[in-house]
């Protein structure tokens, strides 16, 4: 009897260590000063940064790794806050907004073959170029890639895909 609960309580411990521990949401968050007279706009959708630091900056390295994978990121939205048990590893996941580069944040029309493309616009694209269209969210644009936000009965799916294989509704 003691050998069992001695282990039941190893379990209940060690559950608790494994994994990110969620400790908040917040609207918007930036490691950087907001120009407020700057119009920004939706860059991606559920952008994800993780760091460990054994100094006191894990939660800004964290984020500035979620900002920084998009051309003209400034700061978060939506974001939520994950913390490892041991206060050293942090994660975080939200929407990254930014200032869209003219070259890289519109597709022209001669790319698509439609009209010019912009994050936010609904798109229908093909699999491979091929089959049904099916309706998307453009989220992000990077050169000749689009990442699009595939709605589904769970959570939506973020894919890239050509902008040739997309069409703007």
Do not use: F
């Not at 907001?34 to 760091?51: H, M, P």
């Not at 990254?96 to 070259?103: D, F, H, K, R």
């Not at 001669?110 to 998307?136: E, F, Y």
């Amino acid at each position: 009897m003691k050998r069992n609960t001695v282990l039941l309580a190893l379990a209940v411990i060690t559950s608790g260590c494994a994994g990110y521990q969620r400790i908040g949401s917040l609207t918007m968050v930036s490691t950087r000063n907001v120009d407020t007279s700057k119009t920004y706009q939706l860059i991606a959708r559920a952008a994800k940064g993780e760091a460990k630091s054994d100094n006191d900056d894990a939660m800004q390295q964290a984020m500035d790794a979620a900002v920084k994978k998009y051309p003209g990121g400034e700061y978060l939205m939506n974001a939520a806050i994950y913390v490892k048990s041991d206060g050293r590893r942090v994660k975080v996941e939200g929407d990254v907004w930014g200032i869209a580069s003219t070259t890289n944040g519109t597709a022209s029309a001669d790319v698509t073959g439609s009209v010019a493309m912009s994050a936010g616009d609904q798109v229908l694209w093909r699999k491979n170029g091929t089959g049904k269209p099916q309706p998307a969210t453009l989220v992000a644009i990077r050169n000749m890639l689009g990442t699009i936000e595939i709605p589904t009965q769970g959570k939506p799916i973020l894919k890239e895909v050509l902008l040739e294989h997309l069409i703007k509704k």
